[in-house]
């Protein structure tokens, strides 16, 4: 009887990747595990037909091998005379790594050697002004963290000891139980992973190789920096347990919201009122500017609210670039308050003496709301 191809076999495509392979796997083996169907002769039949598929195709060299040749690729002692089915050892692995994945045990993935685990990665938030972000700077900050214990160089042993060997995982950090058709692997309980136990700690950190201290770090700010910029300081992070290596520190920058302007990348936008007479009559202003310099502005005569005017490379600089953005000045008319009697007359004497031609904006709204309004009594 011809045996049937690996992909259909686990149900996927033949571009499918180590993801999808492993997930097709794992539900068909647990599907037709001889413990879910005992005395199943056909469910152990497609057990082992999984099994082999799983173990050609989660191999590259060997998946490559079958893409090209198919089965023939594993005849005639073809790789080692594989395609017979899945090795106990792989087998046990491929099981273990199941187990890990829904109960969090097997694989020995948390193995540390000699009890060295990595330190923790560390979050600082820092908040700068517009400004700086402008110019750049270096800002000092104060990071409390664990550093590695001066009076035992981290071993966590007190001065003239050491640590020794786990004697229930043998050093592995993990211990393996058999249950039923299984070998589980588990975290070793004396050693919690580490590999070794300490029988006498050290008194200044208790036997964990570090302390807390607060220390002082210098964090480069580059010019043009942008809200929300990630910064990664390797090796600055919480020390290692027991002389592990030390994890990151992750610089996580805010840039203060500014009275005068907004930011989009590189440009800044500013609003500025205007009176209503030099929005009419035209007129200029001076506008300062994120460099601390100021800009004029000149207004034309009939300007209107909304109007924006650009200051080219007024903006903020580009990262790694000699470039700057652009400055984007929106003018709004500001309506007059407060107004004395004569300023009242010499309105209305304005209005008297407006037209259409003098208001075209409000003449053809108008002459719009007309029409709409023939048209529905029409």
Do not use: W
């Not at 005395?39 to 057990?47: I, R």
């Not at 007129?283 to 000149?298: E, H, L, Y």
Request: with cysteine; glycine share 14%; net charge negative.
């Amino acid at each position: 009887m011809s045996k049937r191809d690996f992909y259909d076999v686990l149900g996927v495509a033949r571009d499918a990747d180590e993801k999808a392979l492993k997930s097709a796997y794992r539900k068909m083996a647990m599907q037709f595990h001889p413990d879910r169907n005992p005395g199943d002769a056909e469910a152990e039949a497609k057990f082992k037909e999984v099994n082999e598929a799983y173990d050609t195709l989660k191999d590259g060299q060997k998946r490559a091998a079958y893409d090209r040749f198919g089965h023939a690729a594993f005849e005639n002692g073809g790789f080692g005379g594989g395609g017979g089915g899945a090795s106990a050892h792989d087998f046990s692995s491929t099981m273990s790594d199941i187990f890990e994945e829904f109960f969090g045990m097997g694989g020995g993935g948390g193995r540390r050697s000699g009890g060295r685990e990595r330190g923790a990665d560390l979050r600082y938030n820092l908040d700068i002004s517009l400004e700086d972000a402008f110019v750049g700077k270096t800002v000092e900050i104060e990071v409390p963290t664990s550093v590695t214990c001066d009076t035992c160089d981290g071993s966590g042993a007190k001065p003239g000891t050491s640590p020794t060997t786990c004697r229930t995982c043998g050093g592995a950090g993990r211990v393996r139980a058999a249950q039923g058709f299984f070998t589980l692997e588990r975290t070793c309980p004396s050693c919690q992973g580490r590999g070794q136990v300490i029988s006498d700690p050290c008194t200044s950190c208790g036997g964990s190789g570090r302390k807390t201290q607060e220390r002082t770090l210098s964090v480069n700010i580059p010019a043009g920096i942008e809200d929300g910029t990630r910064i990664r300081l390797a090796g600055e992070g919480e020390a290692g347990v027991r002389g592990g290596p030390t994890g990151d520190l992750y610089i996580f920058l805010s840039i203060k919201p500014h009275d005068l302007f907004q930011r989009d990348g590189a440009d800044l936008y500013c609003r500025v009122p205007i009176s209503m007479t030099t929005a009419a009559l035209g007129g200029q202003f001076d506008v300062p500017t994120v460099d601390g310099a100021t800009s004029r502005v000149k207004v034309p005569e009939g300007t209107q609210a909304g109007k924006q005017f650009r200051l080219r490379g007024k903006g903020m600089p580009i990262m790694r670039s000699s470039q700057h953005g652009d400055m984007y000045i929106q003018v709004t008319v500001e309506t007059p308050s407060n107004l004395t009697k004569r300023q009242r007359e010499l309105l209305a004497e304005f209005e008297k003496e407006s037209s259409g031609e003098n208001h075209p904006e409000s003449a053809g709204f108008f002459s719009k709301v007309k029409d709409f309004i023939d048209n529905l009594g029409a």
